[in-house]
């Protein structure tokens, strides 16, 4: 009998975040630079990071370095979005596609890592009475380390194929042909953010609490997030800075429901291969528990995305973005 629920824990990374905030702020736009020597210095800086962390995910096992990759690879993708009318067309798509790779196998290495994290917490100590579920739990951990380890295998593999298709040149030659455009920046990134900003309300406004709904919110959500960190410092205004504040809260409490999902998704699938009944037994309690913990999330995610907290943020957007 399993005891308790898993503990609800969620892997973060403030020192990875404040890396990548550190760039943000070396390179922060100034409203009185062109649009075209922003758009250069900072996919430069972008496409750095992604190559060192993708580097260093290969060789490590530290799961925070995954977690980075995958954060990484969507804010610059983000980026390329923004500044994709100065960019080429054929190399942003390009890009784009590459950093869809890194994401998504950043994204299942993560999922692999959190499980395992979990199953670690719940493991009853050595000493105790339930030896037949420390065993069972022992016996799913070998089974996740081994996904780890291909997975990981698979992040070396993509950067061994990265390399091959010349990401540095191909970075080079983005930045280099940028088109070239008079346009302040300011007014640049402020017309692009109009349509981030429309895109978000959009799927925002929506009434339904189904879990696809919950995804998508969760992605819009994450893609305005990082499109206002390319805003100017001096034009961050106070209704942004609480739009970024609730956009992070948004993102944790999704955060806690896609874990559980992904959880109870990886047991479902260990819970289809050849097993003892006592390990089968453990799988199938765990899979219920984490199916139970991702609806407690989307409820109560969907108790603090009031339509109130939905209508005064999107009328601060609207606000602040609006047509001029």
């Known amino acids: 009998m399993l005891e308790g629920q898993f503990p609800r824990i969620r892997l973060t990374a403030d020192t990875y975040q404040n890396t990548f905030h550190g760039i943000s702020?070396?390179?922060?736009?100034?409203?009185?630079?062109?649009?075209?020597?922003?758009?250069?210095?900072?996919?430069?800086?972008?496409?750095?990071?992604?190559?060192?962390?993708?580097?260093?995910?290969?060789?490590?096992?530290?799961?925070?370095?995954?977690?980075?990759?995958?954060?990484?690879?969507?804010?610059?993708?983000?980026?390329?979005?923004?500044?994709?009318?100065?960019?080429?067309?054929?190399?942003?798509?390009?890009?784009?596609?590459?950093?869809?790779?890194?994401?998504?196998?950043?994204?299942?290495?993560?999922?692999?890592?959190?499980?395992?994290?979990?199953?670690?917490?719940h493991l009853p100590p050595e000493?105790?009475?339930?030896?037949?579920?420390?065993?069972s739990i022992s016996q799913l951990l070998q089974l996740v380390a081994i996904k780890q380890t291909v997975n990981r295998a698979s992040i070396m593999s993509l950067r061994s194929q990265l390399m091959l298709w010349g990401w540095h040149s191909r970075a080079s030659d983005l930045t280099d042909l940028t088109q070239q455009n008079k346009k302040l920046y300011k007014s640049f990134i402020q017309n692009r953010l109009k349509k981030s900003c429309a895109q978000f309300s959009v799927i925002a406004k929506s009434r339904k609490k189904k879990p696809k709904t919950l995804h998508q919110l969760r992605i819009a959500g994450k893609n305005l997030r990082y499109a206002l960190e390319l805003l100017p410092k001096?034009?961050?205004?106070?209704?942004?800075?609480?739009?970024?504040?609730?956009?992070?809260?948004?993102?944790?409490?999704?955060?806690?429901?896609?874990?559980?999902?992904?959880a109870a998704e990886i047991l479902k699938q260990f819970s289809k291969e050849p097993m003892a009944d006592d390990m089968l037994y453990v799988i199938n309690t765990m899979q219920r528990e984490e199916d139970t913990l991702a609806n407690i999330s989307r409820h109560g995610f969907f108790d603090w995305w009031t339509k109130k907290r939905c209508r005064l943020m999107c009328e601060r957007l609207n606000k602040v973005f609006k047509n001029d």
């Open 234 to 262: 001096k034009d961050l205004s106070k209704p942004l800075e609480t739009c970024q504040k609730i956009l992070r809260v948004m993102q944790n409490k999704v955060g806690d429901f896609t874990d559980h999902t992904a």
């Open 127 to 135: 000493s105790g009475s339930s030896s037949i579920q420390r065993s």
């Open 25 to 121: 702020e070396r390179f922060r736009p100034q409203g009185s630079c062109y649009a075209t020597d922003v758009a250069r210095t900072t996919l430069r800086a972008y496409l750095d990071e992604v190559w060192k962390t993708c580097e260093k995910a290969s060789t490590t096992v530290e799961p925070e370095t995954v977690r980075h990759l995958r954060v990484t690879a969507r804010r610059t993708s983000v980026a390329l979005s923004i500044f994709s009318p100065l960019l080429s067309k054929t190399l942003v798509a390009s890009f784009k596609q590459s950093l869809r790779d890194l994401r998504q196998t950043a994204g299942a290495t993560r999922d692999y890592d959190v499980l395992s994290e979990r199953l670690q917490l």
